[in-house]
């Protein structure tokens, strides 16, 4: 069991996963549908988000890096879950096998800068502890506010693709 978030921002403390009872707040992290609507075929219900954590704690576990789970400096309430993991999407080699940032931020979050600033930290953090020259993300078409964030920390757009259900997505790196 991890005691302590592993890095802070002014305003946030960023955990680890910690166990089994970070599922449910995953769950209440993507409950609101506006959320969801550029989350794909995300779902909020436990045995979707157990999967999420649990392969979520794979990274971890072999890479080194995950997601973190975001939360107000001392609070237990969890309003974001941001970071870089290890993805094989399967869709695209340039995506395969790869560090892939993503943030979700809880809907009463948007518009407090919380992705940059948690993204910030993250992405010196992992530049200062893997020697990965390479990140990728992954953006639904249509989801300004995420493109927003990921040129504020350095990614462009170098790609994009139709999955089968017809959502068009946009993929973005950023190389040191």
């Known amino acids: 069991m991890i005691d302590t978030p592993l890095l802070q921002t002014e305003r946030f403390d960023l955990w680890q996963p910690r166990g089994p009872q970070d599922v449910a707040a995953l769950c209440n992290l993507i409950s609101d549908e506006e959320t969801r609507r550029f989350l794909g075929h995300a779902r909020a219900e436990l045995p979707a988000q157990w999967e999420r954590f649990m392969r979520n704690a794979g990274s971890w576990a072999i890479y080194g890096y995950g997601v973190f789970q975001v939360r107000p400096r001392g ?18 080699p340039s995506m395969n096998d790869q560090p892939e940032a993503g943030w979700i931020v809880r809907r009463d979050w948007w518009g407090r800068g919380v992705a940059v600033e948690v993204m910030r930290a993250v992405l010196a953090w ?41 959502t068009t997505l946009d993929m973005f790196e950023r190389v040191r």
């Open 126 to 166: 992992f530049d200062a502890t893997h020697a990965a020259p390479r990140i990728v993300a992954m953006i639904d078409q249509g989801n300004t506010a995420s493109v927003k964030v990921a040129g504020k920390l350095g990614f462009a757009r170098y790609g994009g693709f139709t999955d089968p259900d017809g």
């Open 75 to 92: 609070d237990e309430d969890l309003i974001a879950s941001i970071g870089v993991f290890h993805s094989w999407r399967g869709f695209d």
